[in-house]
């Protein structure tokens, strides 16, 4: 039979189509070496000491369209110590400030262009986002690159911001050292001389910059500098022995999709980029660093991974990353594998109703935010309109074989249909209202309105445009499920309004039902607890159901409404059913239930619920509270959830019967002795010395007659009874009302046994 509710197909045909073989992947890896193309290797002028290199590679195609290239740029802060040291005069001093001034000077002027293409002239920035920031509000030229390249340029930028501030900071302690040249011990001397070569090689680390090392970027040129002129400044202090110390690589990989438009395969992928360092290359320390989200795995070589490059939103990307080695350039560059790429091509055929519906709705609307949701929620719509066409056609075919009426078949059609309309209809023209109203307040106005597959990441960049999206894709479902609910409601009504009237009253009979039944099972709850009856799952059922929901479910009167009625009925009932049954059932079984606890209570003194074996678990406890109830008297108590037998005498018993005027006195004695004594009126003493002569007497006269002994005796007067009772060795004599003597020899009677 066809499901009916179309929110639940809609449901599981979109899950289907997203889950279900809508991607494919394929892994590229090619173990081939890289081969240099160009090198180009700059030294320190007037010297064999390396400043920066620069490595290019050929491209490499990994197929599917994407080709790679790779360059790698190196630095080196070269290792400097001052062998012998010059007798510096005063002019030496003069003319060693006059060469560093002219070198700072023509450095400022190199790097100036660079920093007013970045947007950071007059500015600086301490991290990416703030360095990007800055390069898209202060250069044009900038913000065209960070547009096509993202991360790299901003992390580039932080990454030449910061060689740029070392030099200054560096520039600024030669400066305040440079008068004192004459007066400054050799290790200070020695410092200076480094401090000279530190500033080559953050020039070095300059040059070998993405900004300056890929084109592509098109924002820096080489800083050039008159290397002489600090060489000089080391010549005039001393001797100095320089040798290549630490080498910087920067490893770019500038990745190129090529036209995606004639790739379509590319234009809906994920893809993972990654590059291996050979094991053979030695990196220092904690000298790797990634500028882009990614993943670093090491084992016998180091593996990095970049993931979600997504070709559809930039077309070319680069990524880079930099670590440090004491190998040099020409050992290293040739290390270096093709890179490898793990393609994740997305199939959006089941998408092209609604790319061709946002085309048009965009050519129509010139509204991004209106074409994007009226393109989903007409598809949605549409399909929901086939639905239910296929869903009569379905049922007209079962009618026609069934030979059934037009009105049975028409019902089970449309018979699952909501009542909800009004509510629906009206909360769906304010969702649209608010999406009207969001466009023209603080949603950004868009320009240029995206491709279909670019709109996601406008959605991540601007969040504030999936208010009017998702208020008008919400918005025009809703309205047009409640003219479809409206729709179906009165085709029933006018051909079954008599029988789903009749619905309607049986309905409301049975939530009627459901209420008076709540209320019984309200009252026995409450009954059986006072009796120490368990009702917890009784009391479980009784509060799950809310009487509010009850009015609730009338307002409704839908299928799922009628359905939790009817399931709540069900369970109530079930409720009532069981306490009853469980009552009738103790009543039946208490006789045996109660001699079973005085047995275990005769034997052992005490009673535990988990001896009662015979009795369900749930109703132990309250047997053990029954029968306190019913023998209290006797001597028994409960003592947690242990019923015990207290410790009686017989001076409290006759206490008792006294004090509530059971009896009116009483006289026990055991083995001859008194024991105990209470008259109401009188002196007790008196009577109880009465009571030893006739109870002496009363046993003497059978043994004369040669007779048995006496175990009662009773002598009835105008008022009272005298009664004489004997149980063993005890004896008693009993001064009782004639109108109470009943209730009180079985009182009597019922403390014996306990003491």
């Known amino acids: 039979m066809l499901i009916r509710n179309h929110r639940l197909i809609l449901l599981s045909l979109l899950l289907v189509l997203l889950l279900a073989g809508c991607t494919s992947e394929e892994v590229i890896k090619q173990n081939k070496s890289e081969q240099i193309i160009q090198s180009d290797?700059?030294?320190?002028?007037?010297?064999?000491?390396?400043?920066?290199?620069?490595?290019?590679?050929?491209?490499?195609?990994?197929?599917?369209?994407?080709?790679?290239?790779?360059?790698?740029?190196?630095?080196?802060?070269?290792?400097?110590?001052?062998?012998?040291?010059?007798?510096?005069?005063?002019?030496?001093?003069?003319?060693?400030?006059?060469?560093?001034?002219?070198?700072?000077?023509?450095?400022?002027?190199?790097?100036?262009s660079c920093l007013k293409n970045i947007g950071?002239?007059?500015?600086?920035?301490?991290?990416?986002?703030?360095?990007?920031?800055l390069c898209t509000s202060n250069s044009v030229k900038c913000k065209n690159s960070a547009q096509l390249y993202g991360d790299s340029v901003s992390n580039s930028i932080l990454s030449y911001v910061n060689d740029v501030n070392e030099i200054r900071d560096i520039s600024s302690d030669i400066r305040?050292?440079?008068?004192?040249?004459?007066?400054?011990?050799?290790?200070?001397?020695?410092?200076?001389?480094?401090?000279?070569?530190?500033?080559?090689?953050?020039?070095?680390?300059?040059?070998?910059?993405?900004?300056i090392s890929q084109k592509e970027l098109g924002l820096c040129e080489p800083v050039s500098y008159d290397a002489s002129k600090?060489?000089?400044?080391?010549?005039?202090?001393?001797?100095?022995?320089?040798?290549?110390?630490?080498?910087?690589?920067?490893?770019?990989?500038?990745?190129?999709?090529?036209?995606?438009?004639?790739?379509?395969?590319?234009?809906?992928?994920?893809?993972?980029?990654?590059?291996?360092?050979?094991?053979?290359?030695?990196?220092?320390?904690?000298?790797l660093s990634v500028s882009q989200p990614s993943t670093v795995e090491s084992n016998r070589s180091t593996l990095l991974s970049w993931q979600g490059i997504r070709p559809a939103s930039k077309p070319k990307t680069i990524i880079f990353y930099?670590?440090?080695?004491?190998?040099?350039?020409?050992?290293?560059?040739?290390?270096?594998?093709a890179p490898s790429a793990n393609i994740k091509t997305f199939n959006f055929a089941f998408l092209v109703p609604v790319v061709s519906l946002y085309n048009l709705l965009k050519s129509v609307t010139n509204n991004f935010s209106l074409s994007f949701a009226l393109s989903f929620s007409m598809t949605i719509i549409?399909?929901?309109?086939?639905?239910?066409?296929?869903?009569?056609?379905?049922?007209?075919?079962?009618?026609?074989?069934?030979?059934?009426?037009?009105?049975?078949?028409?019902?089970?059609?449309?018979?699952?249909?909501?009542?909800?309309?009004?509510?629906?209809?009206?909360?769906?023209?304010?969702?649209?209202i608010i999406g009207f109203v969001s466009l023209n307040t603080f949603v950004p106005v868009i320009v240029k309105i995206p491709e279909f597959f670019a709109a996601p990441d406008l959605l991540i960049n601007e969040p504030a445009i999936l208010v009017p999206?998702?208020?008008?894709?919400?918005?025009?479902?809703?309205?047009?499920l409640a003219l479809d609910n409206k729709i179906k409601v009165s085709v029933l009504e006018s051909i079954y309004g008599k029988e789903l009237r009749e619905d309607k009253d049986m309905f409301g009979a049975r939530v009627t039902q459901l209420k008076v039944m709540l209320a019984e099972l309200k009252k026995l709850i409450e009954e059986y607890s006072k009796e120490n009856f368990d009702v917890g799952q009784e009391y479980d059922?009784?509060?799950?159901?809310?009487?509010?929901?009850?009015?609730?479910?009338?307002?409704?009167?839908?299928?799922?409404?009628?359905?939790?009625?009817?399931?709540?009925?069900?369970k109530v009932e079930e409720a009532i059913e069981r306490l009853h049954e469980r009552k009738n059932q103790t009543e039946q079984n208490w006789d045996k239930w109660k001699d079973t606890i005085y047995r275990i209570l005769d034997e052992n003194g005490e009673v535990h619920p988990n001896n009662l074996l015979i009795i369900p678990a749930s109703l132990r406890s309250w047997a053990l509270q029954r029968f306190l109830k019913e023998y209290g008297n006797t001597g028994v108590v409960m003592e947690g959830n242990l019923l015990k037998r207290k410790e009686v005498t017989l001076d409290m018993s006759v206490k008792q019967m006294v004090d509530k005027k059971l009896l009116i006195g009483a006289v026990v004695s055991k083995n001859g002795k008194i024991v105990a004594t209470k008259i109401s009126k009188g002196n007790s003493t008196l009577i109880g010395a009465l009571t030893v002569k006739l109870l002496n007497y009363l046993k003497s006269v059978p043994r004369e007659l040669g007779q048995h002994e006496l175990t009662s005796l009773a002598t009835i007067g105008e008022k009272y009874v005298l009664v004489l009772v004997k149980q063993g060795t005890t004896d008693s004599l009993l001064i009782i009302e004639k109108e109470k003597f009943k209730e009180a020899m079985d009182e009597w009677k019922s403390k014996m046994k306990s003491v």
């Not at 004192?180 to 000279?196: A, D, E, P, Q, Y």
């Not at 999206?469 to 047009?480: A, E, K, Q, R």
């Open 230 to 287: 600090l060489i000089n400044i080391t010549d005039q202090i001393g001797t100095t022995k320089v040798s290549d110390g630490s080498y910087r690589y920067r490893v770019t990989l500038f990745v190129d999709f090529g036209d995606l438009e004639k790739n379509e395969k590319l234009k809906y992928s994920d893809i993972t980029l990654s590059d291996a360092l050979s094991d053979s290359i030695e990196l220092e320390a904690d000298s």
């Open 41 to 112: 290797v700059v030294k320190i002028d007037n010297t064999d000491v390396f400043d920066h290199s620069t490595y290019s590679f050929s491209p490499i195609s990994l197929g599917s369209g994407i080709i790679v290239r790779r360059t790698i740029s190196v630095s080196s802060e070269p290792s400097v110590s001052l062998v012998s040291e010059q007798e510096l005069t005063d002019s030496d001093v003069i003319q060693i400030d006059n060469h560093f001034s002219d070198f700072m000077r023509d450095y400022e002027d190199s790097i100036s």
């Open 120 to 133: 950071v002239k007059s500015v600086s920035c301490a991290d990416a986002t703030t360095c990007l920031k």
């Open 322 to 337: 930099s670590f440090n080695s004491k190998q040099s350039p020409e050992e290293i560059s040739s290390k270096f594998n």
């Open 469 to 480: 999206v998702l208020s008008f894709l919400f918005g025009f479902i809703l309205i047009y």
């Open 541 to 570: 059922v009784l509060s799950s159901i809310s009487v509010e929901k009850i009015d609730e479910y009338v307002k409704k009167a839908d299928n799922s409404s009628r359905k939790i009625v009817d399931d709540e009925l069900t």
């Open 176 to 211: 305040r050292d440079t008068p004192n040249l004459m007066s400054i011990s050799s290790t200070r001397k020695g410092n200076f001389v480094s401090s000279i070569y530190k500033i080559m090689g953050k020039i070095s680390s300059l040059n070998s910059n993405p900004l």
């Open 382 to 432: 549409i399909f929901m309109v086939f639905m239910t066409i296929l869903n009569l056609i379905y049922n007209l075919i079962r009618a026609s074989i069934s030979k059934e009426s037009t009105s049975t078949w028409v019902r089970r059609a449309l018979g699952r249909t909501g009542v909800k309309w009004k509510s629906d209809i009206l909360f769906g023209i304010i969702l649209v």
